[in-house]
């Protein structure tokens, strides 16, 4: 991972929305309309959140029919948490 991918994961976590939306899926892959239910926004607020978590790379979509299911890209992860220890531990 490099600087400017960290950044874009961390700039797309800062916002307190999708954070929530992160927490959600800690427990596990949803549906987007879980998440809906589970959030006071729109679906197409829903969508504009989820399409930022995507694009960065934490978070991965699976289309099933007409529902897509969202997870935490846990490979993803481990390499911002491994960037995150790095730098802390080499200052």
Excluded at 44 to 54: F, G, W
Aim: aromatic share 8%; charged share 25%.
């Amino acid at each position: 991972m490099d600087t400017l991918e960290c950044i874009e994961i961390l700039k797309s976590l800062s916002d307190n929305t999708r954070m929530k939306i992160f927490e959600l899926l800690r427990s596990g892959k949803l549906c987007g309309c879980k998440i809906l239910e589970s959030l006071s926004i729109t679906q197409p607020t829903l969508s504009h959140h989820m399409k930022v978590l995507c694009e960065c790379g934490i978070v991965i979509p699976e289309k099933d029919w007409k529902w897509t299911y969202y997870s935490i890209n846990r490979e993803k992860l481990n390499d911002l948490i491994d960037f995150l220890s790095y730098a802390e531990c080499h200052k």
